[in-house]
């Protein structure tokens, strides 16, 4: 083998290494210790590199967000996603964004505030737990989550607040994606929905990147 092509494959392997090494020790530390990931890291979630990877528009049409809906996002973080639902709401829809971390809120609300989502006027930040949202019962059209139920220690209080506050057939649209460290099979998803009293209307998308839909 030539000494190009050599250092070549020991570069790739070192990098393909090191990010396997990275998922495998995050993978136990969030096993052993649950807290909610640190607001530093809003800047890694709101990328385009990782929208490039799990693109806006399929997340939306996956989750089945439509003009006019009434949304409540859980663990909105630094809003990576949020513009996005935002506008395929539209004028008539709503977005209430709501996360237990005022450092994620602050990123969204900054966010917000720049020349490019000015005409973004249907998003209200909310901070609270998703144990005890501040909504009333059968209030929404659409609850989802991108990449954040695995990290509520309590899943079933949160998915049965999802419950009551979503409109019967309402929709509850659970995201994942295999670089979190939270990473969950689809088939646990769809476990812990149904324990909570939701019904599976369509999983969609591959094994490391999905949404999984259910219905109220
Ligand atoms: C990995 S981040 C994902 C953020 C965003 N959904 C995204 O995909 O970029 C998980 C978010 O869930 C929030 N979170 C964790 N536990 C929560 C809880 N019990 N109630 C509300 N938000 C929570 C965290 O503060 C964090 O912003």
Redesign the pocket.
């Known amino acids: 083998m030539p000494t190009w092509l050599l250092m070549i494959v020991i570069v790739l392997g070192s990098i393909v290494g090191f990010v396997l090494l990275w998922l495998t020790v995050a993978k136990i530390v969030r096993k052993l210790w649950h807290f ?2 640190p607001a530093f890291i809003g800047r890694f ?2 990328s385009g590199y990782r929208r490039s990877v799990q693109p806006a528009d399929k997340v939306v049409s996956r989750s089945g967000i439509s003009q006019g809906m009434k949304v409540l996002e ?5 809003g ?2 949020t513009t996005f639902v935002a506008r395929a709401v539209g004028p008539r829809g709503k977005v209430y964004a ?4 005022p450092g ?1 809120l602050a990123q969204l609300e900054r966010k917000l505030r720049k020349p490019e989502n000015r005409d973004i006027k249907n998003v209200e930040l909310v901070e609270a ?3 005890g949202t501040p909504f009333t019962d059968s209030s929404f059209d659409l609850v989802y ?4 139920l695995q ?2 220690p309590d899943r079933q209080k ?1 998915l049965k607040e999802s419950f009551r506050v979503l409109k019967p057939s309402g929709i509850l649209a659970v995201t994942e994606f295999f670089p ?1 460290p939270d990473y969950p099979l689809k088939k646990t998803t769809v476990k812990l929905a149904q324990k909570a009293g939701f019904q599976v209307d369509e999983v969609q998308g591959s094994f490391w990147n999905y949404t999984a839909r259910f219905i109220k």
């Open positions: 909610p990931a979630l709101d859980v663990g909105c973080g630094s990576a996603y709501l996360d237990i971390q994620m737990s998703a144990y989550m991108i990449t954040v990290e509520i949160a979190d």
